[in-house]
């Protein structure tokens, strides 16, 4: 079945590793055959990646987008041990990535990342608050 994509003006997408960016006006695309995509509102770049969980995420994009290189799976690896031994209640979040890689579904391993980098964001939040605000 088709997949259709509406692009906002200069919205970007990367299809199979090629970038695209709309031009001035919305635009629809059909997408008629299976390929790796990601939209621009999906995409943590490298620079914005400033925390573990976000570091996390680029990595999996790394996983999705370059056919699952060794040297990621290794990274992937110890990046999440990192973070369930910086922070143990992240499990859940993480044994959830690990799932949806072992089933072979990427794209919903980034959704339950961007879940883990919103997890961590809210823990990060809380530990901010001043001590009579909590």
Same mark, same amino acid.
């Given at each position: 079945?088709?997949?259709?994509?509406?692009?906002?003006?200069?919205?970007?997408?990367?299809?199979?590793?090629?970038?695209?960016?709309?031009?001035?006006?919305?635009?629809?695309?059909?997408?008629?055959?299976?390929?790796?995509?990601?939209? $621009?509102?999906?995409?943590? +770049?490298?620079?914005? &990646?400033?925390?573990?969980?976000?570091?996390?995420?680029?990595?999996? !994009?790394? /996983?999705?987008l370059a056919d699952h290189p060794p040297e990621a799976e290794d990274l992937l690896v110890q990046q999440s041990n990192a973070?369930?031994?910086?922070?143990?209640?992240?499990?859940?979040?993480?044994?959830?990535?690990?799932? $949806?890689?072992?089933?072979? +579904?990427?794209?919903? &391993?980034?959704k339950r990342g961007k879940e883990l980098v919103a997890y961590? !964001?809210? /823990?990060?939040?809380?530990?901010?608050?001043?001590?009579?605000?909590?």
């Open positions: 079945m088709p997949l259709r994509i509406t692009l906002k003006p200069s919205e970007r997408l990367i299809i199979n590793g090629a970038a695209i960016r709309n031009g001035e006006r919305s635009t629809s695309l059909l997408i008629e055959t299976p390929c790796k995509f990601l939209r $621009e509102s999906e995409i943590i +770049q490298e620079s914005e &990646a400033d925390t573990a969980c976000k570091r996390l995420c680029v990595t999996l !994009q790394l /996983l999705y973070i369930l031994k910086a922070m143990p209640t992240s499990a859940p979040y993480l044994l959830a990535i690990q799932d $949806e890689l072992a089933e072979r +579904q990427y794209h919903r &391993a980034l961590e !964001q809210a /823990l990060l939040e809380r530990l901010s608050l001043p001590d009579d605000a909590a």
